[in-house]
């Protein structure tokens, strides 16, 4: 790739003149539309999004402990503040690339009703993600309180360190129902497999997923090219494909 860029400069085409490499750290619910638009950032510009992908207070604590990531893609926009206020992030390259949705999810079809009934019947496990360091475990929590289910359903609850791991619990049945992410479950505006209930945007606080460019990756031009193109209509488009709203 990297060859074919120059190539490309020296025939004074409009591409970067030196692709450049740029670490991401990922939130876990935006693992496939990142893979997918990284593949489609590297083909259009030349430049090389490496990726790794967790729970934000996870990476949160990373960066802050020195981690070499270049560029943060968060589940929320409170630990993209907190890192800028904190001097570990460039200011003003802060913004929100996607805002979640949340699902009740089940792998197997006719489980989950259109309402989500089903949590007041009987199952035996209800995966989540862990409330404190993952923001759509937050949002579950929020909804299991408005709807006066918590203390209910404590018992029940089996808790991933990531939403990555909370859809594992459900995808492979150790759990028969999970609050998951709904890119992880949703394609081209329909569930992909099984049953779900796209929970109320009311029952919880919004999901804002923020991207910031962290403090190593301040000089780094691939860090701010993919920035821009986070915001182009391309990505915009394949993000809205997973059904995130931006």
Known sequence: MKAHACL?????????AVAAEVQVAVAANFTAPMEAIAAQ????????????????????AQVRNGAPFEMLLSADDETPARLEAEGHAAAGTRF?????????????PGVVDARGEVLKSGFRHLAIANPKTAPYGAAAVAVLDKLGLRAALQPRIVQGESIAQAYQFASTGNAELGFVAMAQV??????????????????????????????KGRDNPAARALADYLR??????LIRSFGYEI
Do not use: E, M, N
């Open 41 to 60: 950032f590297q083909k259009d510009t030349g430049h090389q999004a490496r990726l790794a992908f967790g729970a934000t207070g996870k990476f949160y």
């Open 186 to 215: 949703w394609r081209d505006g329909k569930l992909s497999s099984g049953s779900g209930w796209v929970v109320p945007a009311d029952l919880h606080a919004p999901i804002r997923q923020d991207a910031v460019i962290l403090a």
């Open 8 to 16: 490309i400069a020296i025939l004074g085409l409009p591409l970067c």
């Open 232 to 237: 182009s209509d391309k990505a915009k488009a």
């Open 96 to 108: 929100t690339y996607a805002v979640g949705r949340l699902v009740l999810w089940s792998p197997k």
